[in-house]
């Protein structure tokens, strides 16, 4: 089974729609949560952290809910730039201190 | 602005060759740098821990004798690839961290290599 796990997509919306990303992570000893935009052929870029409490930026929405071990990520308003591939990324605090990626949602926004 | 930089971008070589691809942190020093591997469609996968001063950690799979890291100084990592084989052909990023606590991990802009 893959640490953090996420619906590869495609997931094509039309602008102005909303759209979730959903992300499991298998580690429960996974401490930090982060959603990475990547674009092709880009390296990955942080999008939001992700805190217990939730937290929003903009028109994207993080939530995390521990004892599911699921995070997930909401944009409303949906703008053509947002199509990119958003990767649900973990982190051990203690130990190791590289990041655990997931494979990536893709999005495409269609005007 | 980048805070994290990496060269070349693309690199094209033949089967047998060596390529090296740079690291540097920008403005901070990183005594921890981190390689990965990117194939097409598929996620970002830890290849390497870079400490400098010290060996490279390897993650399972990876052979330190192919895959070679240098992190002599605190604002430069090397990988080199050993005798490329057109399967090494793929997108490889490094990453720094700077600050405590909660960190961002910064990223090259990744390097991608294609061996004919």
């Known amino acids: 089974r893959k640490e953090v796990e996420q619906d590869p997509g495609p997931f094509n919306v039309p602008e102005g729609a909303t759209v979730a990303f959903n992300c499991t992570y298998s580690?429960?000893?996974?401490?930090?949560f982060f959603w990475y935009r990547q674009d092709c052929r880009k390296e990955p870029k942080l999008l939001m952290s992700v805190y217990s409490s939730g937290n929003e930026d903009g028109r994207f929405t993080a939530q995390l809910n521990r004892a599911s071990q699921y995070i997930s990520l909401l944009i409303r308003d949906s703008k053509l730039s947002d199509s990119a591939t958003y990767l649900c990324?973990?982190?051990?605090?203690?130990?190791?201190?590289?990041?655990?990626f997931g494979s990536g949602t893709r999005l495409q926004v269609q005007p | 602005g980048a805070v994290v930089s990496q060269h070349p971008s693309r690199v094209i070589c033949k089967s047998g060759t060596s390529v090296k691809i740079e690291c540097r942190s920008l403005d901070f020093q990183a005594t921890t740098m981190f390689w990965y591997r990117q194939f097409p469609k598929q996620s970002l996968m830890l290849m390497a821990t870079?400490?400098?001063?010290?060996?490279?950690?390897?993650e399972q799979g990876v052979e330190k004798d192919k895959f070679l890291i240098n992190h002599a100084s605190l604002t430069l990592s090397t990988l080199t690839v050993t005798s490329a084989h057109p399967e090494d052909s793929s997108f490889y990023i490094c990453s720094a961290s700077r600050g405590q606590g909660r960190r961002e991990l910064f990223f090259g802009e990744g390097s991608r290599l294609t061996v004919l």
């Open positions: 870079s400490n400098e001063g010290s060996k490279a950690t390897y």
């Open positions: 990324v973990v982190k051990r605090d203690t130990g190791r201190r590289a990041l655990t």
């Open positions: 580690n429960s000893a996974s401490q930090s």
